[in-house]
């Protein structure tokens, strides 16, 4: 996974805010990470020196701790979300733009692990370690939540079981076994993996982190619509994928709370409207199946405080087809060279299909971990 790799350094070295010489001071957010030799790691509270050579030299207010560079200094909490993840790239779609009608897409699909998830898991699992002791972390997934739950578990060293429906995507299970966590497939949908996984958490006494519940991963994806915000002041909506609702609330949270008039567009799969349907009457209503081609989207059992939250923090919620969603993924892939799965290509393809659209809007690119069969079938190849 050379690619995946190569994005992972990418954004280790983006939390690198300053190297010179002999010396390297690094600073991330209210926490610093500093990296000399070849494993010794230093972290602080508000800065850190570290001089390379023989010795590493941590300085910490009117304390100076040293250690060897033969071996890893010991490890506190990593940096917040935002300072490990991010900013992504938000580009100009050329391909799909007119004048008067501007998208720009937010590439969360270059976080490592392929997903947006990543920012909430990593997010929720870091301070949820900072309130008590967690000897496993458990998830349920389509397949995306899963892998970013797995990277956080080996990045915070927890050990890390995922709950899959039967038959899953083989990317998105390859990657999570990649990721070193223990893959279980059961269940016919999500909702039945969701069941099995909180038994299993509940009779194991493991932090079930469940993204639908949590009320910790919305504040990690949050940073995704202040970072648009301050990318593109004048984008007149923001178009996102509602799945469990978890990243919606967190985007909308975070955008309103820089630009309050900006319009939040939800969108979910026709073949899975629960959310749609809860969102338009005001009451929770659940679908008796959620059969798309977007597994992200895939959710039949709507929680009522997240439908109370859309309702308060969402302006519009649109439904695409099946269809529309292998056109955009099409569109993304000849036009833009972007790869995408139809959950991450969902909110190109609501945006496509929008007749009064604002004068410049914002689609989420959310994952790019397509299944071979949905690649076949819009003619993608390798």
């Known amino acids: 996974m050379r690619e995946q790799s190569e994005r992972e350094a990418a954004f280790a070295r983006a ?35 570290c001089e390379m050579g023989s010795e590493t030299v941590c300085e910490m207010g009117s304390e100076t701790v040293c250690d060897t560079g033969r071996r890893p200094a010991i490890r506190s909490a990593p940096p917040m979300t935002e300072s490990t993840f991010g900013p992504t790239r938000l580009v100009r779609a050329a391909s799909l733009s007119a004048p008067g009608r501007e998208l720009y897409l937010k590439l969360e699909h270059e976080l490592p692990t392929g997903s947006f998830k990543v920012r909430g898991a990593v997010h929720s699992l870091r301070v949820n370690l900072a309130r008590r002791d967690v000897g496993e972390v458990v998830a349920a997934s389509t397949g995306n939540h899963g892998a970013a739950v797995a990277y956080a578990g080996r990045l ?52 079930f982190l469940h993204d639908a519940e949590d009320a910790d991963i919305p504040d990690g994806t949050a940073q995704i619509g202040r970072e648009i915000v301050e990318q593109l002041p004048a984008a007149g909506a923001i178009y996102v994928p509602m799945g469990d609702t978890a990243l919606i609330r967190g985007v909308a949270a975070g955008a309103k709370s820089l630009q309050p008039r900006i319009r939040i567009i939800g969108v979910v799969a026709a073949n899975a409207p629960a959310y749609y349907l809860s969102w338009t009457s005001g009451t929770t209503i659940g679908t008796a199946s959620a059969n798309t081609i977007a597994d992200g989207l895939a959710v039949n059992r709507p929680l009522p405080p997240n439908v109370d939250a859309i309702r308060r923090l969402v302006d519009e919620v649109m439904q695409v087809s099946e269809a529309e969603m292998l056109g955009a993924i099409a569109r993304l892939h000849d036009g833009e060279q972007i790869t995408a799965e139809p959950a991450g290509a969902a909110a190109t393809a609501a945006w496509l299909k929008e007749r009064e659209a604002a004068p410049i809007s914002v689609a989420l690119v959310t994952g790019q971990n397509i299944a071979p069969d949905i690649s076949q079938r819009v003619g993608i190849r390798g």
């Open 15 to 49: 939390t690198t805010s300053a190297t010179s010489g002999s010396q390297t001071v690094c600073e991330t957010g209210s926490q610093t990470v500093c990296e000399t030799g070849s494993q010794t790691v230093c972290e602080t509270g508000s800065q850190t020196v």
């Open 156 to 207: 915070l060293g927890v050990p890390a079981t995922i709950f899959l429906p039967a038959s899953p995507n083989p990317v998105k299970a390859a990657r999570i076994r990649e990721l070193g966590a223990t893959l279980v497939e059961t269940g016919s949908d999500l909702s039945a993996a969701i069941d099995a996984a909180r038994a299993y958490a509940a009779s194991k006494h493991a932090f």
